[in-house]
Structure formats: structure tokens, C-alpha cells
């Protein structure tokens, strides 16, 4: 098992940016991809990025290209998503996701799920 917890969500002003944070603990961190999704009101889950298990590799949704940055950290098993540029339509509940492989882009690609960080951009 391995549990996720995601943080740095928050209410900030279009233009600004944000850094989240997916703190995981349970079994090895390294041996998991991980990614970056999110869901806001009303629509699906959507991909934004992901990266490998050492962090060498990233694979990012097109429409989520130059805005969005993800990293990782092993030695503190920690995974960042870096946002900058926000805008309204960003608002969404954030979630971090482990799984077996950075390629994938469905959500059903990933077995291990946080419980998600609340971001709302104003205008």
C-alpha cells in the first residue's frame, strides 16, 4: 500500500502561482511512477502530467504544456506539480496518483490515489 497525501492547494488570484505537494509514505517510493490529475466541478478527471520513477522522464497533457511542471523528490518521497500563470479555469480539486508507468494517461493506469488539494483561482 501507499498512501498519499497532497498539499499547497489554496485561493489565489489569476496570474499567480502555486506549488502542490504529494507526500507519500507506505512501501518504496521510487519503484512508482506518479502523476498529476485533476477534477473540477461537474467534469472529468483529467491528465496533467507525470514522470518516472526517477524522475528523468516527464510526459505532460498537450493542453497542459508551459504552465505546469512536475517533479520529484525520492530521498524526501515527495512529488511537486509547480503551476504558474493561473487562471480561473484552473479551479479543481488537484490529485496525485502512483502507479506503474509515466506513459499512461488514464486515471485507471494509476492504483494508488490521494484525496486531493483544493485550488481556486479568482479573477
Known amino acids: 500500500q501507499v498512501q498519499l497525501v497532497e498539499s499547497g492547494g489554496g485561493l489565489v488570484q489569476a496570474g499567480g502561482s502555486l506549488r502542490l505537494s504529494c507526500a507519500a509514505s507506505?512501501?518504496?517510493?521510487?519503484?512508482?511512477?506518479m502523476a498529476w490529475f485533476r477534477q473540477a466541478p461537474g467534469k472529468e478527471r483529467d491528465f496533467l502530467a507525470a514522470i518516472s520513477r526517477g524522475g528523468g522522464i516527464t510526459n505532460y497533457a498537450d493542453s497542459m504544456k508551459g504552465r505546469f511542471t512536475i517533479s520529484r523528490d525520492n530521498a524526501k518521497n515527495t512529488v511537486y506539480l509547480q503551476i504558474n500563470s493561473l487562471k480561473p479555469e484552473d479551479t479543481a480539486v488537484y490529485y496525485c496518483?502512483?502507479?506503474?508507468?509515466?506513459?499512461?494517461?488514464?486515471?485507471?493506469?494509476?492504483?494508488?490515489w490521494g484525496q486531493g488539494t483544493q485550488v481556486t483561482v479568482s479573477s
Open positions: 507506505g512501501r518504496t517510493f521510487s519503484d512508482y511512477a
Open positions: 496518483a502512483a502507479g506503474g508507468n509515466y506513459r499512461f494517461d488514464r486515471g485507471s493506469a494509476y492504483d494508488y
